[in-house]
């Protein structure tokens, strides 16, 4: 007996009857539950990573201390020309050189500079501070400089203030504190200073106070 | 006074001021005052050249409106003698003081001036005490030109000293009355 076949099933039709939504939530959620787990533990490594502290990065770049790197006590330097002269020494109680600045600090210096033209320089402080080829050196606290034997023959010259500030390679000297200098019979009290050896000249700022002795030549009468 | 050149100087100045130690020059700004002994000058400027002899001399140069002055006590005499002018040029050695320029002195007898003189240049020799004056060499003003000090004529009034007899005589002391 030839049926006729059967026709194709048609879509199955949910036998079960539809359960309750939270039922078959429930049903996802237990279906879904191995996979929440996974994704939470894989979170859970990501945050593992992201907050592990990283090793220390290498010698990170601290702040050089300004600290002494070498002290000499009741020292004295001395530095000589190509030709073996004598060009400069200095002395003083304590000496500190500071690498990260590459400065030398002096307490209570002394410095004697004997120039080409066979003038002397006499410097003395409570304390300098000076650049490593000492081309530049700050006096600080009862600065005194004295010049004397020029190749003019003129009367020994003499700075005095609270701070000076020497230029050795360019020969100048600058304060801005009161200073007083002296020649001879004259002396002259500023507010300000500005020396130059080269040429010999000197601006001063105000207040000035100037001082001439009377003439060296003396009253005829 | 005779002793001021003995007295040592002393200056002040309210703006920068320079030295010129090859020249032995100085340089002084801002309203300057040079003491010496009795001597006493003011000015603008100032410039303090030390001699090959070792004195000094001084330039005064007063500025905008303002002339440089100079005042000395006279040798032993309670009287002073007191001049303005553009410029002022003291030589410390023979104590010759010039006044260059409208230049005006007057002798005071305590604090009454008695004589005046005015004219382009005065140099005043205060070891010998003698004054000269010259007017300054440019042509006469016009005829009707008042005969101030500024027209450059010289100009001196000379006043009877107290106690002489030309002084009981002419109570009020006429100007350019003879002494």
Do not use: C
Not at chain 1, 186 to 214: C, N, W
Not at chain 2, 39 to 60: C, K, L, P, W, Y
Not at chain 2, 71 to 87: N, P, V, W
Not at chain 2, 144 to 156: F, I, T
């Amino acid at each position: 007996m030839a049926t006729a076949p059967l026709p194709p099933p048609a879509a199955p039709v949910p036998m079960t009857p539809t359960l309750p939504w939270h039922w078959r939530l429930r049903e996802a959620l237990s279906s879904y539950l191995p996979l929440l787990l996974m994704g939470l533990l894989a979170l859970a490594t990501w945050w593992l990573v992201n907050n592990t502290p990283g090793a220390p990065a290498g010698n990170a770049q601290a702040p050089v201390r300004h600290d002494p790197d070498y002290t000499m006590q009741g020292f004295t330097l001395q530095r000589f020309g190509s030709d073996g002269r004598l060009t400069v020494q200095l002395q003083g109680d304590q000496l500190r050189h500071f690498p990260d600045t590459d400065t030398l600090e002096v307490d209570t210096v002394r410095i004697q500079a004997f120039s080409t033209d066979g003038s002397l320089t006499n410097a003395t402080a409570r304390r300098a501070l000076s650049n490593a080829d000492a081309s530049e050196v700050q006096l600080l606290g009862g600065a005194r400089i004295e010049r004397s034997g020029g190749p003019s023959g003129a009367p020994p010259l003499q700075f005095e203030g609270e701070f000076l500030h020497a230029f050795l390679r360019t020969e100048q000297l600058r304060s801005h504190l009161p200073v007083v200098l002296r020649q001879g019979g004259s002396e002259i009290r500023a507010g300000g200073m500005e020396y130059s050896h080269l040429d010999q000249q000197a601006t001063f700022k105000p207040p000035v106070r100037a001082r001439f002795a009377p003439a060296a030549g003396g009253a005829r009468r | 006074a005779r002793t001021d050149r003995n007295q040592p100087i002393t200056i002040d100045a309210d703006k920068p001021g320079t030295v010129d130690m090859l020249k032995q020059v100085v340089v002084f700004n801002g309203n300057v005052v040079i003491t010496q002994g009795s001597i006493t000058i003011r000015a603008e400027r100032a410039e303090i050249r030390e001699g090959a002899d070792g004195f000094r001399s001084a330039v005064a140069v007063g500025s905008g409106g303002q002339q440089a002055s100079f005042r000395q006590k006279r040798e032993g005499l309670d009287e002073y003698i007191q001049g303005t002018a553009d410029r002022i040029e003291y030589e410390g050695r023979g104590d010759v003081v010039r006044f260059v320029g409208k230049a005006q002195v007057q002798r005071l007898r305590g604090s009454v001036a008695a004589d005046q003189i005015s004219g382009e240049r005065i140099t005043y020799d205060s070891t010998t005490e003698v004054f000269s004056v010259a007017g300054s060499t440019a042509p006469a003003p016009a005829e009707g030109a008042a005969s101030g000090p500024g027209n450059g004529r010289v100009r001196v009034i000379l006043t009877p000293r107290e106690g002489s007899a030309a002084a009981e005589a002419a109570p009020a002391p006429a100007s350019g009355a003879s002494r």
